[in-house]
C-alpha cells in the first residue's frame, strides 16, 4: 500500500456530475480495487440523482472487489459509529 490507512470515509457526491451504476463502475468501483480496507460512504446531493438506487448497489450491497462498510446502514437514517 502506497497510502495504508484503517479505512476511507467518503463525505458525499461519490459520483459527479450524477450517480449512476456505469460511473460508480468505473469512477469508483475501478478506482478502489486494490484498496483492501472498508470503504464508509454517504451520499451527497449528486448520488440521489437515481434515487439513490448505483449507490445502494455499491455500498449497501457491495459488488466483488468493493470493501463493504463495516455496518451496513439501512435508508433513511444513514449514520457511521467508529468506535
Known sequence: DL???DFCLI???VMYP???AEG????FQEAFKHYDSPVLA????HDWYDQLQAF???F???PDRVS???RSPELPNWFYYLD
Open 18 to 20: 450524477t450517480g449512476g
Open 3 to 5: 497510502y495504508p490507512s
Open 56 to 58: 445502494q448497489q455499491f
Open 11 to 13: 463525505l458525499g457526491d
Open 68 to 70: 463493504p462498510p463495516s
Open 60 to 62: 449497501i450491497q457491495p
Open 24 to 27: 460508480y463502475r468505473y469512477g
Open 42 to 45: 454517504l451520499p451527497g446531493n
